[in-house]
């Protein structure tokens, strides 16, 4: 378990090889490069060359977490993701929401960088010490909601980033879903995964978690925060239909 708020370590997977590793995410890291998108922007410096090309096997998927994912803050759930876009070779910021930035820090990781190319279709299964890298070829061809469906039938409490047919066809302004949910990957995110035969991320509740360092002042800043919202003078109308 890592240091309050985070789950201590950062996930690297190497599609070309499997290969897998973990190392700690530095204290020092966390303290200058503040939350998911700070240290996501950090990796991306170092792991994503100015010129790749982006659909090539060079270029890298940043998958980030905050220190607040997986507590009770409300409006914490979402997940940052960095790539070098094949839309117009910027390095957007795509953010979603769902299970999966909970799920995955519950498997003792922040961030997860996944670079390389796989010789078959695969997905990448993450639960906490076994990392592993499946067969996909039966969910080739399938959209966004049949996969993320297939998936939770097998890795059930868990969290599904797949990717349909467009995200296959290296479609550059493809995007997808987290959990069936919002959109995420506006910049061409699932034809990324896509040039990579990366079906699916699919991350499975783990055995670990996060600490809090102070947890009754947390509870009691939460308490303010919703007890703002319920009052709000506009709340009833806006949670009708």
């Not at 117009?88 to 922040?110: H, I, M, Q, R, V």
Request: some cysteine; proline content about 5%; charged content about 20%.
């Amino acid at each position: 378990m890592g240091f309050a708020g985070y789950a201590g370590n950062i996930l690297y997977v190497d599609l070309t090889t499997g290969g897998v590793r973990k190392e700690p995410l530095n204290i020092e890291l966390a303290r200058v490069y503040i939350g998911g998108a700070g240290i996501n922007n950090k990796l991306a410096y170092e792991c994503i060359p100015s010129k790749v090309n982006p659909l090539s096997p060079g270029n890298a998927i940043i998958i980030g977490t905050g220190p607040f994912n997986g507590t009770i803050i409300p409006g914490s759930s979402e997940v940052m993701i960095i790539y070098k876009s094949p839309l117009n070779g910027a390095f957007p910021y795509s953010c979603g929401g769902g299970k999966f930035s909970t799920f995955l820090k519950s498997s003792g990781y922040d961030h997860v960088v996944i670079t390389g190319r796989s010789d078959k279709p695969v997905y990448l299964e993450i639960e906490d010490e076994d990392i592993r890298l499946r067969d996909a070829s039966d969910l080739w061809g399938r959209d966004n909601f049949e996969t993320a469906d297939i998936l939770r039938q097998r890795h059930e409490p868990c969290s599904v980033i797949p990717i349909g047919q467009s995200g296959e066809n290296l479609v550059n302004i493809s995007v997808t879903h987290i959990d069936k949910g919002g959109t995420v990957g506006s910049g061409g995110f699932a034809a990324v995964m896509g040039s990579k035969n990366l079906k699916a991320i699919v991350a499975v509740m783990g055995t670990k978690g996060i600490t809090v360092a102070h947890p009754h002042r947390l509870r009691k800043i939460v308490d303010e925060i919703l007890a703002r919202v319920n009052s709000y003078h506009r709340r009833q109308e806006m949670m009708v239909g």
